[in-house]
């Protein structure tokens, strides 16, 4: 004789039956497998059958407080709605720029927010809203709860022992600080910084306390993807000349003559005239081609008529000097690019910080910022050098300054591990 299988049914499916809500849980096919004896038996039975059965009762509030929402059509739609907020405004400000940093910048009003609200919304959940993950609440849970004096920025050194120490973070603000230094470029003010050896850190770590003390970064304009510039691959195979003006506090306009290097990025000779001359141009280019003496040469210019003329075609045509000049973007597809950042440095990093009344004051300060471009002014396009530098033949190496990166590590790893506040000791 065969016998069919018992069905061993779960305690919830019958506590859900004895407080009548069986109805409301289960699916309709679910419900018809259940035989209507069972189902009699089990609405019949005393709540006190089971150990801790009050449990129970604590569930079934939950389930009614749900029944109450769901029937109230108006609270319902009320929470849809503002889920509905809530996921428009998280995918507009994913798309803002900068809005992780001001959430970084906000990060103990976020966390005090998340833990006062996260009994009634999962932590999981609040998260999406700010668009950080739970590694990254951690870590600034961390920094907020667990502060220590003996760090700069208060993080404590046993849980960021990557940090850097208190005092390589004062040697960088000393440099961001430094008047000689105030409107050279960060980068430059980096490397003048590790040649120094007051800092041992990558370039990323000192934007990022930068950042952190107060020292925004300048605006920077991504290259087109068609950008293709000239290259050179030795000092005095490519010679480049501009010209660019300036205005003195009596209003007068300054023609300042450039030509510099391409490789190398020195500035080989300038000249201040009233106005763009063929000229000066000329005087320029005889007086490097002498000191330099470059076996061969090329000159890059634009198409302005103090860079073609007589003059100068007259120079370089004779039969003393080895030099082909091409017109930028007509001779070749190469801008002037190169010497026109160059008049630019010159301009917004010194020129336009300085009080320089006249033609006389400009002529006299010019020496000072030329010397200090070539021969102080580190560049991350030059490995670290300065112009001065890689014109002299001096190989572009970053590598040459940074090689003490690792054991600089291993000591900030060390004494970060074993200096520790009171609260973590």
């Known amino acids: 004789m065969k016998t069919s299988k018992r069905q061993s049914w779960d305690t919830a499916i019958k506590h859900l039956a004895r407080h009548n809500l069986i109805k409301d849980i289960l699916p309709p096919d679910t419900l018809k497998a259940i035989p209507s004896s069972n189902l009699s038996r089990w609405r019949n039975e ?41 996921d428009t405004f998280q995918e507009v400000i994913s798309k803002v720029k900068g809005v992780k940093s001001f959430v970084n910048e906000q990060k103990e009003l976020v966390i005090n927010s998340i833990e006062e609200i996260k009994d009634v919304i ?49 040697q960088i603000k000393l ?12 980068a430059s003010i980096y490397l003048k910084a590790l040649r120094d050896e007051k800092i ?30 000239v290259i050179s691959s030795k000092p005095n195979e490519l010679w480049c000349a501009d010209v660019t003006i300036f205005k003195t506090r009596d209003n007068e306009k300054h023609h300042i003559h450039f030509l510099i290097d391409h490789y190398s990025k020195k500035i080989l000779g300038y000249r201040v005239d009233k106005k763009s001359s063929g000229y000066a141009i000329t005087s320029l280019l005889k007086d490097a ?49 190169m010497v026109e950042s160059v008049n630019k440095v010159i301009k917004h990093q010194f020129l336009y910080h300085l009080e320089i009344t006249n033609t006389r004051s400009l002529k006299k300060i010019l020496p000072e910022i030329i010397n200090i471009y070539n021969t102080e002014r580190p560049q991350m396009s030059l490995g670290g050098n300065t112009p001065f530098e890689t014109q002299n033949g001096l190989s572009i190496q970053l590598s040459r300054y940074t090689a003490n990166f690792h054991e600089q590590k291993q000591l900030r790893l060390l004494k970060n591990k074993n200096t520790g506040c009171s609260k973590c000791l």
């Open 46 to 86: 005393p709540d006190d059958k089971y150990v801790h059965s009050e449990v129970n009762h604590l569930v079934k509030q939950e389930i009614d407080l749900i029944k109450r929402i769901n029937q109230s059509s108006k609270i319902k739609n009320i929470n849809k709605a503002y889920f509905r907020l809530c």
């Open 175 to 186: 440099y961001m600080t430094n008047d000689s230094f105030k409107y050279w470029s960060k």
């Open 200 to 229: 041992k850190s990558s370039l990323s770590t000192f934007y990022k306390y930068c950042r952190l003390l107060g020292y925004t970064n300048n605006t920077f304009k991504k290259k087109a993807d068609f950008y293709n510039p």
């Open 289 to 337: 081609y002498l000191r330099y003496k470059p076996e061969r040469l090329q000159l890059l210019t634009d198409g302005g008529s103090e860079n073609v003329n007589s003059l100068v075609s007259g120079f370089v045509n004779s039969k003393a000097v080895n030099i082909k000049h091409n017109i930028a973007q007509k001779d070749v597809v190469f801008s002037n690019s």
């Open 122 to 170: 999962p932590i999981e959940n609040a998260l999406k809203v700010f668009s950080i993950s739970r590694g990254t609440y951690q870590n600034y849970k961390s920094t907020i709860i667990h502060k220590c004096e003996s760090s700069y920025f208060e993080w404590c050194r046993k849980r960021f022992p990557n940090q850097l120490l208190p005092d390589e973070v004062k």
